[in-house]
């Protein structure tokens, strides 16, 4: 686990790879609960049977579940311990490159692409590439975006 506990630490850390979070199953309770959170309930997410006609063989995670996944994976691999405030402040680009089915298991390799300074404080970017085991395409490339405030 990587702990940052200034924000020149994090600066120092561009261009640098952090790490890769342990894998976590995508399980159909957790789709149907994100189906509920979110209201779409589209039936390639939540109807088992007809899925399994589908284009995929079966039922498949949301890509906004993929990518809400996205901050909890990061902070199995790093943590910012700085003394001010960290807000989430937008994605800058994300793809989903390959469906995540239904008992397939991911994780998450995040690595520093950018520190900005700011009046504020720094504005760190994150890219966060989210593969699926024993697939060759990821299931989501985003970078995020953080204002860390001194």
């Given at each position: 686990m990587r702990v940052f506990t200034t924000l020149d630490e994090v600066a120092a850390a561009v261009g640098e790879e952090l790490g890769t979070?342990?894998?976590?199953?995508i399980e159909q309770d957790r789709v149907d609960r994100f189906a509920d959170a979110t209201?779409?309930?589209?039936?390639?997410?939540?109807?088992?049977?007809r899925a399994k006609e589908g284009p995929f063989g079966?039922?498949?995670a949301h890509?906004?579940?993929?990518?809400?996944l996205v901050p909890w994976l990061g902070s199995t691999v790093f943590s910012l311990?700085?003394?001010?405030?960290?807000?989430?402040?937008?994605?800058?680009?994300?793809?989903?490159?390959?469906p995540?089915?239904?008992?397939?298991?991911?994780r998450s390799t995040i690595a520093v692409a950018d520190v900005t300074d700011l009046p504020a404080g720094k504005q760190l970017t994150?890219?966060?590439?989210?593969e699926i085991e024993d697939e060759a395409k990821p299931a989501c490339v985003a970078e995020t975006v953080v204002l860390l405030l001194p």
């Open positions: 979070s342990e894998w976590v199953t209201g779409d309930h589209q039936w390639i997410h939540v109807d088992v049977e079966g039922t498949i890509g906004y579940l993929t990518l809400s311990e700085t003394t001010g405030a960290k807000l989430n402040y937008g994605v800058n680009k994300v793809r989903f490159p390959n995540v089915r239904v008992g397939s298991r991911v994150l890219k966060h590439v989210v």
